[in-house]
């Protein structure tokens, strides 16, 4: 998917909207244990429910990776379910991937020709050759982890140096000579809302994908109103509490709810 396409979708549905498809065996509703492929069928579920108010699809791929074989091929029927029934829908390989040349050129292989993900997350700690393997696919995304959500942020990502610049920004700042917006993204944690005017000083026009929202403690009002651009500029993530809403067979409905509650607020700002 290019950026006018990506675009176009958020403008059709009003909706900045990004569900993390965190799917775990011990969460799901354990009626549906009893399926040949319960993750699949749980995935399946939620997306049929939410799509008409999100804009993108996140697998984490520690939630499929941690069942083996097993996990990969829940993986692999999501992946060919969203892009055969919603292809307009943005799809996100949630794998934080980031080696030498030759083995990040067989991870682009892996999710962008094996799988069809639209995007994924990759670590830009060691730099140019790391990334630009994923860069060489037309209309295929790197999304960069930038400014992170977590507690351990602080331990490096902070980090200034003499001049006083944060390792973030030089991250933003350093990784705009490898590709331009219609072909990057980057993470910018919810529960840093406060400092996404810092971020868009830096990248005005560059999506950014940020996670946090709900059950980290984001809040959605801040994001909207410090990271928003003219043209949405936010994929912003929901997972546990859109996705765990209810572990009863009132799963769905309660997933769509949380689902369109969130597009409500962001259909304001667009």
């Known amino acids: 998917?290019?950026?006018?396409?990506?675009?176009?979708?958020?403008?059709?549905?009003?909706?900045?909207?990004?569900?993390?498809?965190?799917?775990?065996?011990?969460?799901i509703p354990s009626f549906l244990l009893n399926s040949e492929d319960p993750i699949f069928e749980f995935n399946k579920a939620i997306i049929d429910s939410t799509h008409q108010y999100t804009v993108a699809y996140?697998?984490?791929?520690?939630?499929?990776?941690?069942?083996?074989?097993?996990?990969?091929?829940?993986?692999?029927?999501?992946?060919?379910?969203?892009?055969t029934k919603y292809p307009n829908i943005f799809t996100i390989a949630d794998a934080k991937r980031g080696d030498i040349g030759n083995t990040s050129k067989m991870y682009a292989k892996a999710f962008f020709e094996h799988f069809n993900f639209d995007a994924v997350t990759v670590a830009p700690y060691m730099g140019e050759d790391s990334v630009m393997p994923f860069l060489e696919y037309e209309n295929k995304w790197?999304?960069?982890?930038?400014?992170?959500?977590?507690?351990?942020?602080?331990?490096f990502q902070m980090h200034s140096d003499k001049e006083n610049r944060k390792l973030f920004e030089k991250v933003l700042e350093k990784s705009q000579e490898w590709a331009d917006k219609t072909r990057m993204m980057y993470v910018v944690g919810a529960t840093k809302a406060e400092m996404l005017k810092d971020v868009r000083a830096i990248v005005p026009e560059h999506?950014?994908?940020v996670p946090g929202v709900g059950a980290q403690g984001g809040s959605l009002e801040e994001v909207l109103a410090n990271g928003a651009n003219s043209n949405g500029g936010l994929?912003?993530?929901?997972?546990?509490?859109?996705?765990?809403?209810?572990?009863?067979n009132q799963y769905q409905s309660r997933a769509a709810e949380e689902a369109f509650?969130?597009?409500k607020l962001m259909k304001t700002v667009l």
């Open 58 to 83: 996140k697998p984490n791929l520690a939630f499929y990776e941690s069942l083996g074989i097993a996990g990969w091929q829940s993986l692999e029927k999501t992946m060919d379910y969203l892009n």
């Open 142 to 155: 790197v999304i960069l982890l930038a400014l992170t959500s977590n507690k351990g942020a602080f331990d």
């Open 235 to 248: 994929l912003i993530n929901s997972s546990r509490g859109i996705i765990y809403a209810s572990n009863d």
């Open 1 to 27: 998917m290019n950026y006018n396409q990506l675009v176009e979708e958020i403008k059709i549905k009003k909706s900045l909207l990004c569900v993390g498809l965190d799917s775990d065996l011990n969460k």
């Open 207 to 209: 999506f950014l994908l």
């Open 261 to 263: 509650a969130l597009q």
